[in-house]
């Protein structure tokens, strides 16, 4: 075992996972919060009623999400490169953990809007506020603790699809995790991955508990 | 003199009707949950609805800032149709009506005064302006010390303080209030209550009241209408409702918190310890009972008085009394007529 080469790979695949995973969860968040925000207020008897484009973004939801992440990888193969330009990479792969995170983050957060005490929304209503400003300054901030709580369970569904991103020569910790250790035999090196892995979701885990714990003021 | 009522109006109805339609397309439900109802609310008046739940308050007080669109009919506040407006329509005339609530739906997400200041953010107030009212309000409602406390931090009866404070920032005509004290106990209501009216009286704002409590009315309400199945059934100055219920809904309510009618098993008891005939006379300002009794004395009948109570409310005497009368039967039935004469006489049946 030769750590002083093994060691410099290690944190270039831990590198490469931060990249994919933070740009991911940008991109992802931001889309799957304005879909997730599209299904919570076209529901039924809710601000912006509106059951077609509910029905329509719930089916898409419905669709995407029981993928398996490495099939969605293989099945976006032509749209991931008509976007990004190529098939592989990280940036390919960043495009195909965007389309599956976009759809999870989409339900948690129409799932945390959905315990907002209809009642804050009724007595915004009767102020006279828009149903824009409603949702920006009502709903989003009672929401904002379970919603980062979410997120952080999210982060790590997100680094799980990045252990996959290898498979189109993505790099990152599951692509050295199972290239150098699992296909060599080598526990030793499949434990290290597994390891920087366990730590960085403890730590995401950490700081997501905190700042919900400090939304919330519990 | 009808320009002038229609001058002091504020709010109007005239024949609205609410309906949901729901269940499946097979078995259709309608609901008729407020039912051609025609009322004027007057400037300056607190005004209660009284009714059982499921009766239709809730949705009638919705039908005012338009929460819940109105099925048919007309509805004007202040000069203005509320009817066929849209969201966004509604909005000017909803900055100048406050509503509370029930379970106060205060936003937990802010401070005491950041809920006071949020509807005045929102109808762009400069910052300097927004301190200095929210400050004002914090002292009407007595909470200057809680400005920067979270709600959970809050007692109920401060909560909704804060819900009134809230109400009242940008100044409205009109305040609703959705079963405003249902949720609290007894000492806390008479605080609130106490609050509403300097609301009224200090500050002249209309009120609007929604509640299942002939306490709340009794002790706030200048009139109360009284609903039942999405009807208005009587509606009057309150002191009249409670003297001469007319609808029987409204009996309920009065004896509810009269006690001064006798129950069945109250009955049964009054009945066993007074062997004579039961009558229930009504007690108001101008009747004079005890004088066609001792009168009455003369001819030989006697009377005990078995059950009841006399009480006041804004200055005028009312109540019900049941008394046993014993003495020869043309006698008793001699002065059950001279009774009524005078009052409302209703005889026990055997």
Not at chain 1, 199 to 209: A, E, Y
Not at chain 2, 87 to 112: C, D, H, Y
Request: aromatic letters at 6%; a positive charge.
């Amino acid at each position: 075992m030769d750590w002083s080469v093994l060691g410099p790979q290690l944190l270039s695949a831990t590198g490469q996972t931060l990249y994919m995973v933070s740009v991911t969860l940008v991109l992802a968040g931001l889309i799957g919060l304005l879909v997730g925000v599209g299904l919570y207020v076209t529901r039924r008897g809710n601000i912006l009623e509106n059951t077609a484009v509910f029905t329509a973004l719930n089916l898409l939801v419905n669709f995407i999400r029981p993928i398996p992440f490495i099939i969605l990888l293989a099945a976006l193969g032509q749209a991931t490169e008509s976007v990004v330009g190529t098939r592989l990479g990280p940036n390919a792969a960043i495009f195909a953990m965007t389309i599956g995170a976009t759809f999870a983050v989409a339900r948690i957060v129409e799932q945390n809007l959905m315990t907002v005490d209809p009642g804050v929304v009724e007595a915004a209503r009767s102020m006279g506020v828009s149903r824009s400003r409603i949702i920006t300054t009502v709903i989003l901030p009672e929401a904002l603790g379970p919603l980062v709580l979410g997120y952080t369970f999210l982060v790590i569904g997100i680094t799980d699809m990045s252990a996959m991103a290898g498979a189109i020569g993505a790099g990152g910790l599951g692509d050295f995790a199972l290239r150098l250790g699992y296909q060599r035999f080598n526990d030793e090196v499949t434990w290290a991955a597994v390891i920087v892995i366990i730590i960085l979701v403890q730590l995401v885990q950490f700081f997501g508990n905190w700042l919900a714990r400090k939304i919330m003021r519990r | 003199m009808i320009a002038e009522s229609s001058e002091r109006t504020l709010v109007r109805f005239r024949d609205v009707s609410k309906v949901y339609t729901g269940g499946s397309k097979r078995a259709p439900r309608v609901v008729n949950a407020v039912d051609t109802v025609t009322l004027d609310i007057t400037k300056g008046e607190i005004f209660a609805v009284i009714g059982y739940s499921g009766a239709g308050k809730s949705t009638l007080v919705r039908l005012i800032n338009g929460l819940e669109p109105i099925s048919s009919g007309s509805l004007e506040v202040a000069g203005n149709r509320v009817d066929g407006k849209s969201e966004t329509q509604l909005a000017p005339i909803r900055r100048k009506i406050g509503m509370i609530f029930q379970q106060f739906n205060l936003f937990n997400s802010r401070t005491v005064a950041g809920n006071i200041e949020y509807p005045l953010k929102r109808a762009g107030w400069k910052p300097k302006e927004r301190a200095q009212r929210v400050t004002e309000l914090l002292a009407f409602v007595g909470l200057t010390d809680r400005a920067k406390n979270y709600p959970e931090q809050l007692s109920g009866g401060q909560k909704q303080r804060v819900g009134i404070a809230r109400a009242l920032a940008s100044n409205p005509e009109l305040l609703l209030a959705d079963e405003s004290t249902s949720a609290l106990d007894p000492e806390t209501t008479q605080e609130v209550l106490g609050l509403l009216r300097r609301v009224n009286r200090e500050l002249g704002i209309t009120i609007v009241l929604i509640t299942h409590e002939m306490d709340v009315v009794r002790s706030i309400a200048d009139r109360v209408a009284v609903m039942d199945s999405g009807r208005v059934v009587e509606v009057g100055a309150t002191s009249d409702v409670f003297a001469h219920p007319q609808a029987e809904t409204t009996r309920k309510f009065v004896s509810s918190v009269m006690r001064t009618v006798p129950r069945g098993h109250e009955i049964a008891k009054v009945r066993r310890e007074h062997p004579g005939r039961l009558i229930l006379v009504d007690v108001t300002d101008q009747n004079r009972i005890g004088s066609v009794l001792s009168e009455c004395a003369r001819d030989g009948v006697t009377f005990e008085i078995a059950f009841g109570g006399i009480s006041m409310l804004q200055s005028r005497s009312f109540g019900t009394l049941t008394l046993s009368l014993n003495g020869p039967d043309t006698a008793v039935d001699n002065t059950i007529v001279r009774l009524r004469e005078i009052t409302k006489v209703e005889e026990v049946a055997r």
